[in-house]
């Protein structure tokens, strides 16, 4: 069965395109890094870039100097720590609550919606999952043993919680300690504080995560106000990154994203509330799980900035608890908490045909007529696969009936997102890269006009000089203004120095290009975007 799982899982990763803005940018740091050599100060386009620690970047630039430059080599880091975090569920639920409990939180948490999603994309949110969860996970191993194996698992705790602020930074520390601490006020426990091993972990902590974070400082005195000030507080306490969603934002993400288990999901922490027994003095794993997966709702609901992905850590704390609860439940009452499960995948089966009344556009009614079609597929997958389960339960045949949703659910996803490839050509640049390869060369300069397509980098083994545009890339420039062009006149200028040049411009901006009277033939041009060449 692990097995199979690895093969549905790890099987589609290279089938997909790279999507904008993420996939693009966290593809191309690291092929950025192994090209220049330095692996200390991160660089997109080749302008320093402080949004992220640098772990994720270190794993993609290995696999990319091990197996090459592809893109199932740039998702592998994503696709590993999913995997892993699907084993450790298995391993912590069999430690804490028996072995049963083990394996079905192993089931579910690898075949949730948005946790087997986002172990195919290219982000850094599964990572950084992966580490808080084997933090949090550790800390409550550690505090069921004695001496010697408590202080070796709260060692592996600390060593976790600094990779994952080398993952994504501060939150890999801070979210685990403000949960510890609502737990202790909430259980009126304050013993564990007593059993994390103060000294030795932190000198654990630090060993880890310390030494990036001086190398990177030296380097570039800079770093600390961008990262410690404007990627930490000013991110989460305002809109500046234009990621503003309304509270509510995360409702439709976890009713969707844990399906087939969303309804079990309530009945679990409902029933983890009332059923587990304050007892004083000793720590409850299944109130400090609750405690975890509410605050990282609330925490990421008050947030200035939303993305689904950031409800990722709750995903293997649930998974627990409904493991547990599943292993202590009858047949009878999980077939009552799927059937709702049933309605909600007929009716996406229903509206799955319809997929291209949604285009605005006449090449995205095509194109999103072509992804219905693997929509319909994954849906009749999931479909049948919940009949199954239902009529297993009826016959009182838990495991094989929790294994037969978990697949259809796992192998519906993968159909869903492979199908994406339909309509990646809105959010990718492969197919420009294929026609304009000939054309570019390690020594010529290309432009990029008003705009930064994230992917093609990555596909051409080139970057940009920026020409009239900042965005993420505002800080990278005040920096190093050299490696930017501020203005159109002076693209103008440089173009007529060059005796080679490329340059890539939006359709919809292509004629203010124009207006310039510059020597140009197109090489490239279709309803988003025109490459031309100097003559």
Not at 165 to 186: D, E, Q, T
Request: charged letters at 15%; a positive charge; one cysteine or more.
């Amino acid at each position: 069965m692990l097995l199979a799982v690895a093969l549905i899982w790890f099987g589609n990763l290279e089938y997909r395109k790279l999507v904008k803005p993420d996939e693009g940018r966290y593809a191309e740091i690291p092929r950025e890094m192994v090209v220049s050599g330095d692996w200390t100060t991160p660089r997109l386009n080749e302008l320093k870039y402080f949004e992220k620690p640098p772990l994720q970047y270190w794993a993609t630039a290995t696999a990319y100097t091990l197996f090459g430059e592809h893109q199932w080599t740039s998702r592998l880091w994503a696709a590993l720590t999913g995997f892993a975090g699907v084993l450790l569920a298995w391993f912590a639920g069999t430690r804490l609550f028996g072995r049963a409990a083990g394996i079905y939180a192993a089931l579910l948490l690898g075949s949730s919606m948005l946790y087997s999603m986002m172990a195919h994309i290219n982000t850094l949110d599964m990572g950084v999952t992966f580490f808080i969860t084997l933090g949090i996970f550790s800390l409550l191993i550690a505090q069921k043993e004695e001496q010697v194996q408590q202080r070796n698992w709260m060692w592996l705790a600390w060593a976790a919680l600094a990779l994952a602020v080398l993952s994504k930074g501060l939150m890999g520390l801070i979210l685990p300690g403000a949960a510890l601490f609502l737990y202790s006020v909430f259980n009126r426990d304050i013993t564990v504080w007593k059993r994390i091993h103060w000294f030795s972990g932190l000198l654990v902590f630090l060993l880890v995560a310390a030494p990036w974070f001086v190398l990177v400082i030296k380097a570039n005195p800079e770093f600390f106000d961008r990262f410690f000030i404007y990627e930490h507080y000013t991110r989460f306490t305002t809109t500046v990154h234009g990621r503003y969603q309304p509270w509510y934002y995360f409702v439709p993400v976890l009713l969707l994203g844990m399906l087939p288990w969303t309804f079990l999901m309530f009945d679990t922490l409902v029933r983890t509330w009332k059923n587990s027994v304050q007892q004083v003095r000793v720590f409850s794993p299944e109130r400090f799980l609750l405690v975890w997966a509410v605050f990282i709702y609330l925490f990421f609901s008050v947030s200035g900035s939303k993305l689904p992905s950031y409800l990722l850590p709750m995903f293997p704390a649930l998974a627990l608890l409904m493991g547990k609860q599943i292993a202590d439940m009858s047949a009878r009452r999980l077939f009552w908490l799927t059937v709702p499960t049933l309605v909600v995948v007929a009716i996406l089966f229903g509206l799955a045909p319809f997929t291209a009344k949604t285009a605005d556009t006449p090449l995205q009614e095509q194109m999103y007529g072509n992804y219905a079609v693997w929509l319909v597929i994954a849906a009749a997958i999931w479909f049948v696969g919940v009949c199954a389960a239902l009529w297993l339960l009826r016959r009182e045949n838990k495991l094989v009936a929790v294994i037969v949703l978990a697949f259809s659910s796992l192998i519906a996803a993968q159909v869903g997102t492979s199908g994406h490839n339909t309509v990646a050509r809105e959010r990718s640049a492969y197919h420009i890269a294929e026609a304009i390869q000939p054309y570019v060369k390690p020594e010529i300069p290309f432009y990029s006009i008003l705009y930064y397509e994230q992917t093609l980098p990555f596909y051409i083994k080139h970057t940009f000089t920026l020409v009239q545009y900042q965005d993420e890339m505002d800080f990278g420039i005040k920096q190093e203004p050299q490696r930017a062009i501020p203005d159109l006149a002076g693209f103008a200028a440089a173009w007529k120095k060059d005796k080679e040049a490329l340059a890539i411009v939006e359709t919809y901006n292509y004629p203010r290009v124009q207006e310039l009277n510059l020597p140009m033939k197109e090489i490239f041009h279709d309803q988003q975007y025109v490459v031309v060449m100097k003559p």
